[in-house]
């Protein structure tokens, strides 16, 4: 009875709700011969994307897109000094950055870009051989106290100080970690908006980065995924970031230097004699001693100096004298040389004792009884 009843009241309230409707409802309705079975198919909300999350590449792209809108990315002006928390090199396109301290980073477009945009950053690995794996933090910090105490993941690398709507995500295909914060345009007077970037590994943990050298991808989006700007740099969280940046921007230029520099060798200047110069290229340029191949060398040598000139041109005149006599006789020279310095030897050995002249008395000793 009680079916009955809600059957009748559930036919009265379609009826006043559909004029005209003077059909029977359960037979026309709900019978099993005319039920469309895909009726509720058509009542499904399609598929929608989610707002900030585009899909992820394997190998991202770290190239620079400024976009219609010119994104740009600046950094304040720093020292090398060594109390410097973070410090940017230009040349280098490099951060350098302590752990877990503000990194300050200014966002520039040419154009106000859509409202709603985004801007998302991502930890990428520079080098291609390790640019596929995920950078995350080292089990070390992953575990310590006070790099969890916020709303962000454990494992992420990049944080963003002082904004609550950053939006923490990880792509479940790549497994890549990126935060994502709202654009904001900038205050008035101002050209910049500025975020707060911590990073919170060292570069050098293992476990972690391991000294891989890493990138950091900061990009425009809208709400659908749609990338409008992207700007890239280099990062290296260190104990000293000043004193780093210095080794490494002279370490560069000296590398410049090298390659711009034409190839020869060092040799130190000598300031030239125009009298010496003049009589040692004339002496000195002579052919070298023939030796078993065809070819023959020929050297000048320049001499700083009269005196020194003339020494080396008695060398230079004896040696050539010396190739021009025969070894036969170059022996008996010889041994007559030293046949004459042994009898010169012989009469200074003679004359040692003196002529003339006193004597010299020797104390005899004698015995004692």
């Given at each position: 009875?009680?079916?009955?009843?809600?059957?009748?009241?559930?036919?009265?309230?379609?009826?006043?709700?559909?004029?005209?409707?003077?059909?029977?409802?359960?037979?026309?309705?709900?019978?099993?011969?005319?039920?469309?079975?895909?009726?509720?198919?058509?009542?499904?909300?399609?598929?929608?994307?989610?707002s900030?999350?585009?899909?992820?590449?394997?190998?991202?792209?770290?190239?620079?897109?400024?976009?219609?809108?010119?994104?740009?990315?600046?950094?304040?002006?720093?020292?090398?000094?060594?109390?410097?928390?973070?410090?940017?090199?230009?040349?280098?396109?490099?951060?350098?950055?302590?752990?877990?301290?503000?990194?300050?980073?200014?966002?520039?477009?040419?154009?106000?870009?859509?409202?709603?945009?985004?801007?998302?950053?991502?930890?990428?690995?520079?080098?291609?051989?390790?640019?596929?794996?995920?950078?995350?933090?080292?089990?070390?910090?992953?575990r310590?106290?006070?790099?969890?105490?916020?709303?962000?993941?454990?494992?992420h690398?990049?944080?963003?100080?002082?904004?609550?709507?950053?939006?923490?995500?990880?792509?479940?295909?790549?497994?890549?970690?990126?935060?994502?914060?709202?654009?904001?345009?900038?205050?008035?007077?101002s050209?910049?908006?500025?975020?707060?970037?911590?990073?919170?590994?060292?570069?050098?943990?293992?476990?972690?980065?391991?000294?891989?050298?890493?990138?950091?991808?900061?990009?425009?989006?809208?709400?659908?995924?749609?990338?409008?700007?992207?700007?890239?740099?280099?990062?290296?969280?260190?104990?000293?970031?000043?004193?780093?940046?210095?080794?490494?921007?002279?370490?560069f230029?000296?590398?410049?230097?090298a390659?711009?520099?034409?190839?020869?060798?060092?040799?130190?200047?000598?300031?030239?004699?125009?009298?010496?110069?003049?009589?040692?290229?004339?002496?000195?340029?002579?052919?070298?001693?023939?030796?078993?191949?065809?070819?023959?060398?020929?050297?000048?040598?320049?001499?700083?100096?009269?005196?020194?000139?003339?020494?080396?041109?008695?060398?230079?005149?004896?040696?050539?004298?010396?190739?021009?006599?025969?070894?036969?006789?170059?022996?008996?020279?010889?041994?007559?040389?030293?046949?004459?310095?042994?009898?010169?030897?012989?009469?200074?050995?003679?004359?040692?004792?003196?002529?003339?002249?006193?004597?010299?008395?020797?104390?005899?000793?004698?015995?004692s009884?």
């Open positions: 009875m009680n079916d009955q009843a809600d059957s009748k009241d559930f036919e009265d309230l379609w009826n006043s709700m559909v004029p005209g409707a003077d059909v029977n409802w359960e037979t026309n309705f709900l019978s099993e011969s005319q039920f469309d079975e895909k009726v509720f198919e058509q009542l499904q909300p399609p598929e929608l994307y989610v900030g999350a585009p899909p992820c590449s394997t190998v991202p792209t770290i190239t620079d897109y400024p976009g219609v809108h010119d994104f740009q990315l600046r950094f304040p002006q720093s020292s090398f000094a060594k109390s410097a928390t973070s410090t940017y090199s230009a040349d280098l396109n490099k951060l350098y950055c302590q752990r877990a301290k503000t990194c300050p980073v200014q966002m520039v477009v040419g154009e106000r870009p859509p409202v709603g945009s985004l801007v998302r950053a991502t930890a990428v690995y520079k080098k291609s051989e390790h640019v596929a794996e995920v950078v995350k933090r080292c089990p070390h910090h992953e310590t106290p006070e790099s969890n105490d916020g709303p962000a993941p454990s494992s690398l990049i944080l963003v100080e002082g904004n609550r709507q950053a939006e923490y995500q990880q792509d479940p295909n790549t497994g890549r970690q990126s935060v994502l914060v709202p654009y904001e345009p900038p205050q008035q007077g050209e910049h908006t500025t975020a707060l970037f911590n990073y919170m590994c060292m570069s050098s943990c293992m476990g972690g980065m391991s000294r891989r050298p890493i990138l950091t991808i900061v990009t425009l989006e809208t709400q659908e995924g749609k990338v409008l700007g992207r700007r890239c740099f280099e990062v290296r969280v260190c104990a000293c970031p000043g004193r780093d940046r210095k080794t490494e921007e002279t370490n230029r000296n590398a410049q230097e390659k711009t520099s034409p190839k020869t060798a060092t040799k130190r200047s000598v300031p030239e004699d125009p009298q010496a110069g003049a009589g040692a290229r004339a002496e000195g340029s002579k052919k070298a001693k023939s030796s078993s191949s065809t070819e023959e060398e020929v050297f000048t040598l320049q001499v700083r100096g009269r005196e020194r000139y003339e020494m080396l041109k008695k060398i230079n005149d004896s040696l050539e004298l010396t190739d021009l006599v025969p070894p036969s006789d170059v022996e008996k020279y010889r041994q007559k040389h030293i046949s004459r310095g042994a009898n010169r030897r012989e009469r200074d050995s003679t004359a040692v004792e003196p002529k003339k002249g006193k004597r010299l008395l020797v104390k005899e000793k004698c015995d009884d």
